[in-house]
């Protein structure tokens, strides 16, 4: 994805209903990092556990990988292939069972946090890969294509 400016959600998912992500991607502007978070629950209490990594750079491309490890209950956000950050899950995960959200969030039932960036090659797993898979990916690339 490359950022362009703003608070950005790249992906998320929720429930129908959209009190909370059960996940979310995204480009946090109060701390000008990339981030990656889980809710506790989809109710709409503000409870929620955030990794925040290296600080993000507008107008370039970056590859980004939010891993949730259920064993050890950890968040961890790569950023170009490197661990950028890890943290311990506060709550206990919900499976949110609502569509996947690209470029957005559904959140207390409004659509919000709109990407201004360029996102490309999205891709989710049903595990949590591991460290050699993450740095196995092929982030270096830009795409073959725009959209406008």
């Given at each position: 994805?490359?950022?362009?400016?703003?608070?950005?959600?790249?992906?998320?998912?929720?429930d129908?209903?959209?009190?909370?992500?059960?996940?979310?991607?995204?480009?946090?502007?109060?701390?000008?990092?990339?981030?990656?978070?889980?809710?506790?629950?989809?109710?709409?209490?503000?409870?929620?556990?955030?990794?925040?990594?290296?600080?993000?750079?507008?107008?370039?491309?970056?590859?980004?990988?939010?891993?949730?490890?259920?064993?050890?209950?950890?968040?961890?956000?790569?950023?170009?292939?490197?661990?950028?950050?890890?943290?311990?899950?506060?709550?206990?995960?919900?499976?949110?069972?609502?569509?996947?959200?690209?470029?957005?969030?559904?959140?207390?039932?409004?659509?919000?946090?709109?990407?201004?960036?360029?996102?490309?090659?999205?891709?989710?797993y049903?595990?949590?890969?591991?460290?050699?898979e993450?740095?196995?990916?092929?982030?270096?690339?830009?795409?073959?294509?725009?959209?406008?």
């Amino acid at each position: 994805m490359q950022l362009l400016d703003n608070n950005s959600t790249f992906v998320s998912q929720s429930d129908s209903a959209g009190n909370a992500n059960a996940y979310q991607l995204y480009y946090s502007s109060g701390s000008q990092k990339w981030a990656f978070s889980r809710h506790n629950d989809d109710t709409t209490s503000t409870d929620f556990t955030a990794v925040y990594g290296s600080k993000a750079t507008t107008g370039t491309w970056t590859h980004l990988v939010g891993v949730y490890d259920g064993p050890t209950n950890t968040l961890n956000l790569y950023v170009n292939g490197t661990l950028t950050a890890t943290k311990t899950f506060a709550g206990t995960p919900w499976n949110a069972t609502g569509p996947v959200q690209i470029g957005r969030r559904l959140y207390q039932g409004t659509y919000g946090e709109y990407a201004n960036a360029d996102i490309s090659n999205v891709q989710l797993y049903n595990t949590a890969l591991p460290p050699s898979e993450v740095s196995a990916l092929d982030y270096d690339q830009t795409p073959y294509t725009q959209l406008s």
